[in-house]
């Protein structure tokens, strides 16, 4: 499959934090993609498709690369907030899969979902220290959204 990227509206950085294209096979989902908001009842995935699609991806996702120990302790941690093991991968035959990194994402969940729809391959992303440094910032990045998709 042919390299498809979708680009941010920031170049190198985005708020001190890096700016990498990852695959976003590659990717770890925080939380499950979601077609209706359920705290609003509110369309939410098709709204996404059609602003991405017309105006492309303004923020980068905030992604972390993380180990397993800790994205096990992030998801206990969370499981109230609708996080799940689902989609996590496991490293059964490695001797210390604990230890093993991956990408995941904490601000951003829904629009790789979406990426994936439009086929995009790839996504740029704002490489972050620590999962809580990610989630501080996802208020921030809904601000400019807020009215267009988190109210009734």
Not at 22 to 45: C, G, H, M, R, Y
Not at 49 to 63: H, K
Not at 92 to 109: A, E, Q, T
Request: with cysteine.
């Amino acid at each position: 499959m042919k390299k498809k990227t979708l680009k941010c509206k920031f170049v190198k950085h985005w708020n001190h934090y890096p700016i990498k294209t990852l695959p976003v096979d590659e990717i770890w989902q925080s939380v499950p993609a979601v077609d209706v908001l359920p705290t609003i009842n509110k369309p939410f995935k098709k709204n996404l498709i059609d602003d991405i699609s017309r105006n492309g991806l303004y923020f980068p996702i905030m992604c972390v690369y993380t180990t397993r120990k800790t994205l096990i302790e992030a998801v206990e941690y969370f499981e109230n907030k609708g996080l799940t093991m689902a989609g996590l991968p496991f490293w059964h035959n490695d001797i210390n899969p604990h230890v093993k990194r991956l990408w995941s994402c904490w601000g951003g969940s829904q629009r790789i979902d979406v990426a994936k729809h439009l086929n995009f391959t790839h996504i740029d992303c704002a490489v972050m220290p620590s999962i809580a440094k990610a989630m501080s910032h996802q208020k921030e990045m809904r601000k400019p959204f807020k009215s267009k998709y988190y109210e009734n």
